[in-house]
């Protein structure tokens, strides 16, 4: 079994910043993706920055404000949120594709969220 655990969230102002962290454990032969969803109330979960080991993708809307940074070595993602607005409060998700055994397939895995914030 895996799990993702984030933490880092909480209230802000606007123009503030926030550092989120994932960590992921468990029977973990390699994780293929990593990266940060988002959920705002009424809204669908939209993907914030995902990150591979060829590629770092980034939403428009978090381009110049958002930096991910993945440490493979301890199985980490990171989201550094600068510059945040009011339109960014929601649940941030942690995401991750993992494979378990060697020649296996991979599974998708989810945190269990964290709430940011951000005050006008």
């Known amino acids: 079994q895996v799990q993702l655990v984030e933490s880092g969230g909480g209230l802000v102002q606007a123009g503030g910043s926030l550092r989120l962290s994932c960590a992921a454990s468990?029977?973990?032969?390699?994780?293929?993706?990593m990266g940060w969803y988002r959920q705002a109330p009424g809204k669908q979960r939209e993907l914030i920055a995902i990150t591979s080991s060829r590629s770092i993708n980034y939403a428009d809307f978090v381009k110049g404000r958002f930096t991910i940074s993945r440490d493979n070595a301890k199985n980490t993602v990171d989201l550094q949120m600068n510059s945040l607005k009011p339109e960014d409060t929601a649940v941030y998700y942690c995401?991750?594709?993992?494979?378990?055994?060697?020649?296996?397939?991979?599974?998708?895995?989810w945190g269990q969220g964290t709430q940011v914030t951000v005050s006008s």
């Open positions: 995401y991750a594709i993992v494979q378990l055994v060697v020649n296996g397939p991979s599974y998708q895995y």
């Open positions: 468990g029977s973990i032969l390699s994780i293929n993706v």
